[in-house]
């Protein structure tokens, strides 16, 4: 019987868990949850034959590659400055390792080591980075098979609430690592536009954001990604004028989000004593607050809007106008309003998410321009098994699969943008009502 490892029982691994399990019986294998909280573990993983949990400290070395020693395979869903740690185990013990976390510069540094070592490391194997990818590549090749030239390409993606669970002046609620959501953004945007590199920094990023329509939920607003030009050469596409990664979102949470950066609420930076600091206080130190007029007001004022905005509605709704002490220790800006939106947009138990992913590719083919629209809805089962945990995990337990099975001959630093890959992970994505519809214009 062949062990699958997993570190991290977190809100993107239900539905990697529940497919790792499905398939065990049939593929005789053995999953081990690595998590720190054991009730979460024995929640996700319930009475199954096929399942163990392991409770331990993620720094305890001896317990961390004692278990890495004795698997065939590694996936880990842990925060990413953590992967580093358990890629260093990976390379020692000769383990394969899967996650759905971006390539960083120091897994790069063992590229040539995890070769040697004839292992396969599958980073950016979820959903955006994953699905992206996978999608994007199989209409990139399928093009330029026929002989197409493409000269623009767009690529959109975004969790969102559904529409039947929008029902707070955000549009938003929180299917994911909120820390995530709070930092998402924060250093910039830098891509390709009509054969001019444009960057913008994080200030600019929210402020008027454009729009894309989306067939059937109609527009989008978007913000430009961290760094769009790195995927150029793994896309092969050197010579394009545009080419954009974005996260998609509904536009008011976007507006929201402008006057979250405008009040300084967003910084990942020192920490101070909150013990005796109300919402109030933190909320309005950087606005000159005019006693004769209310707080809405005052707010209002700073941020350019009226005080009965949608923006102002926004804030309130977040509890930041309270008098209530925050008294959560040393805290920064960042750690506060993750905090924050944990608790004020919080997915209840009947909410559902709703995953949303665009490609735009402008595209020539015997003298005749085409725009292509390549999309993808998902739609969450409830605050468990959302859209966002089936589509980060699913990519994951499907080439888990494949790898077990032996039916990936791939070494090396990889993502997944081969054909190997891409194709039967796609395919299988589909039985499980992941998809996408194309349009052509």
Partial sequence: MKHVLLFGAGKSATCLIDYLLANAPKYKWHLTVVDSDLLLIKSKIGKSYYASPAAIDIKDQAERQKLIQETDLVISLLPPHLHITIAKDCLKFKKNLLTASYIDPEISKLAKDIEDANLLFMYEMGLDPGIDHMSAMKLIHSIEKKGGQIFSFKSYCGGLVSPDSNDNPWEYKISWNARNVVLAGSSGAIYREKGKIKELGYKQLFDHNK??????????AFYPNRDSLNY??????????????????????????????????????????????????????????????????????????????????????????????????????????????????????????????????????????????????????????????????????????????????????????????????????????????????
């Avoid at 005796?276 to 000159?288: C, G, H, I, Y």
Wanted: proline share 4%; aromatic share 8%.
């Fill in 232 to 441: 150029i050469d793994l896309y092969n596409l050197q010579n394009i004028p545009t080419f954009m990664r974005a996260t998609l979102r509904y536009p008011d949470f976007c507006e929201g989000w402008n006057a979250l950066i405008k009040l300084g609420l967003t910084k990942d930076a020192d920490k101070f004593d909150t013990s005796n600091l109300s919402f109030l206080k933190w909320s309005t130190r950087a606005v000159k607050m005019d006693k004769s007029l209310t707080i809405e007001d005052n707010m209002a004022n700073f941020l350019g809007v009226t005080g009965k905005s949608k923006v102002i509605k926004q804030l309130k709704f977040l509890g930041i106008f309270s008098e209530e002490l925050i008294n959560l220790g040393d805290k920064n800006d960042a750690e506060i309003l993750q905090h924050v939106l944990e608790n004020q947009l919080r997915m209840e138990p009947h909410d559902k998410d709703m995953i949303v992913m665009l490609h735009e590719i402008d595209f020539e083919r015997r003298d005749l321009n085409t725009k292509m629209q390549s999309y993808m809805i998902v739609q969450g089962e409830d605050n468990l098994r959302t859209a966002m945990a089936k589509t980060v995990g699913l990519p994951l337990g499907i080439l888990a699969k494949m790898v077990l099975l032996d039916k990936v001959d791939l070494k090396g630093l990889h993502i997944p943008v081969l054909p190997s890959i891409y194709n039967p992970v796609l395919k299988e994505l589909e039985e499980h009502d992941i998809r996408f519809e194309e349009i052509f214009d």
């Fill in 211 to 220: 729009t894309v329509n989306i067939p059937g939920l109609g527009k989008l």
